[in-house]
């Protein structure tokens, strides 16, 4: 039974080694310009040296281009993909075909993740981008483990699921949470926005608090708990789900380097004692949700929901 692939999301370059000995084995990065709701900024220079890190510890990094291109950031595609190429990044994830193309002129060898975080829903859908250049695809977080099994046993390309972290529920290319703000006659630059770790919208109906941010690529909310499956992964090890997500968007190192360890140690012991990973599992969940903030709950997210035709 192969070990699926420990993918994490850091925050800035010093987070490279701590995750590393806590147990990734790789890590997706990028700046806004490029890519949607990461975990930190990371700028040219910054790329260059996560991949040197990385390499230096046989770590792989993949490059965020997943955001949608409109034509007037059309013509920088190619000169990043170049640079990218050039530092030899292990994979670009991408979501707009217009990616796909550049990618074709300027680095065809290089490895593409297609995910379009919300319609990699079937395997069939899966192969065709496996058949236009995509080596993986990354799996919508709105399915059931069944729906995932079944995707895995019939792709063609490596599958990617996220078991851990927060999820985007709704996006805009608006600038919403500036347009509210000027309409209560209040200024906040978007940087700013960016770094409001602290902004809900508070559903008192649900009792639920939504993360919201703003960015260059719009406003982002997000859901009210964070994923947690780390007490159901035996069921996708032996499918042979290829790559495991830890999403640490609006989380600290401390946080993502604890749940990254404790990922390790589930995998590893879900991959090399089934049976033990089987006892402690309520363990390894109970441990989980010490470490969760206050205010971030833990549920399964759609794994376990019934999908209804």
């Excluded at 080596?135 to 019939?154: Q, T």
């Excluded at 000027?182 to 960016?194: D, V």
């Excluded at 991959?271 to 709950?297: F, H, I, T, W």
Aim: proline share 3%; charged share 30%; aromatic share 10%.
């Amino acid at each position: 039974m192969k070990k699926p692939e420990l993918l994490v999301t850091p925050t800035k370059v010093e987070d490279i080694l701590p995750l590393i000995e806590a147990g990734a084995d790789a890590f997706i990065i990028g700046e806004q310009k490029f890519g949607l709701r990461l975990a930190g900024e990371f700028n040219a220079d910054d790329v260059k040296k996560t991949i040197e890190l990385a390499h230096s510890k046989g770590k792989k990094v993949y490059v965020a281009m997943n955001a949608i291109f409109h034509n007037e950031k059309i013509e920088l595609l190619n000169d990043y993909i170049a640079f990218l190429k050039e530092v030899n990044a292990d994979g670009i994830v991408f979501g707009d075909p217009a990616v796909l193309m550049a990618a074709r002129e300027t680095a065809p060898d290089m490895k593409l993740h297609w995910n379009t975080e919300t319609t990699a829903t079937n395997w069939y859908t899966c192969n065709y981008w496996g058949r236009k250049g995509a080596k993986r695809a990354v799996l919508a977080r709105e399915l059931s483990m069944d729906a995932i099994v079944e995707i895995k046993e019939n792709a063609e390309v490596e599958i990617e699921v996220q078991v851990h972290g927060m999820t985007c529920m709704f996006q805009s290319k608006r600038s919403l949470l500036g347009n509210y703000f000027e309409y209560q006659g209040k200024a906040l630059e978007i940087e700013n926005r960016k770094e409001q770790r602290n902004m809900f919208l508070h559903d008192e109906e649900r009792s639920n608090k939504y993360p919201i941010f703003e960015d260059e690529n719009g406003t982002h909310i997000m859901s009210p708990n964070d994923i947690c499956i780390i007490d159901e992964l035996q069921e996708m090890i032996e499918a042979g789900v290829d790559s495991f997500k830890i999403d640490g968007i609006l989380k600290d190192i401390d946080y993502l380097v604890a749940v990254t360890a404790l990922y390790r140690k589930t995998i590893d012991l879900a991959v090399e004692d089934p049976d033990q990973y089987d006892d402690v599992k309520d363990d390894l969940l109970a441990e989980a949700e010490e470490l969760q903030p206050e205010n971030r709950p833990l549920d399964t997210g759609f794994f376990f929901k019934e999908t209804v035709y």
